[in-house]
T-cell receptor, first 111, second 114 residues
């Protein structure tokens, strides 16, 4: 089945730094979704991308839908402590029925 | 986006018992899903809850272990049967707004089996 890969697996950054993480696949996705999960909580949708090349921002977050439709990146600018969590990328499978999730990028922000 | 409420939010369960998790949505939705997230892992789809018919299970998940009900377009339950410590996970209810578009999650139900 379709799979999503995320890198890095984890990252430690200083408060105030910018963060970049990405999501790749060997197959095409027509939608890219980015979620953040806090410990013990359900994932919360951050950004949804529906068109190749699309660049979308949500506050300090910016995500892009890769032109090849096989990748997407998420950037966080000027990180703050509440950015700590696990960031997942996801997309619907070829049948548009089930959503595939990447393994996640665990972000830690040091004060 | 729909507001999705799950309960219980967390529970500690005895080995061999069963627990039913409820998912209530504040609006009618066509597609509801149940996911499992084992400690430190990503999300794995258990099944799609179909209104008025049997749920559609993913490979590795069976109805006897994870019976699902979907009596209407706003409510679903997932039962984790005959629990073992390996069933300790977060169980997440989710809904889809439009086919292949976006899915939203409830707060999750964190089960610990002892």
């Amino acid at each position: 089945g379709q799979q999503l890969n995320q890198s890095p697996q984890s990252m430690f950054i200083q408060e105030g730094e910018d963060v970049s993480m990405n999501c790749t696949s060997s197959s095409i996705f027509n939608t890219w979704l980015w979620y953040k999960q806090d410990p013990g909580e359900g994932p919360v949708l951050l950004i949804a991308l529906y068109k190749a090349g699309e660049l979308t921002s949500n506050g300090r977050l910016t995500a892009q839908f890769g032109i090849t439709r096989k990748d997407s990146f998420l950037n966080i600018s000027a990180s703050i402590p509440s950015d700590v969590g696990i960031y997942f990328c996801a997309g619907p499978d070829n049948y548009g029925q089930n959503f595939v999730f990447g393994p996640g990028t665990r972000l830690s922000v040091l004060p | 986006s729909a507001v999705i409420s799950q309960k219980p939010s967390r529970d500690i369960c005895q080995r061999g018992t069963s627990l039913t998790i409820q998912c209530q949505v504040d609006s009618q939705v066509t597609m509801m899903f149940w996911y499992r997230q084992q400690p430190g892992q990503s999300l794995t789809l258990i099944a799609t809850a179909n209104q008025g018919s049997e749920a559609t299970y993913e490979s590795g998940f069976v109805i006897d272990k994870f019976p699902i009900s979907r009596p209407n377009l706003t409510f679903s339950t997932l039962t984790v049967s005959n629990m073992s410590p390996e069933d300790s996970s977060i169980y997440l209810c989710s809904v889809e707004d439009l086919p292949g578009n976006t899915i939203y999650f409830g707060e999750g139900s964190w089960l610990t089996v002892v």
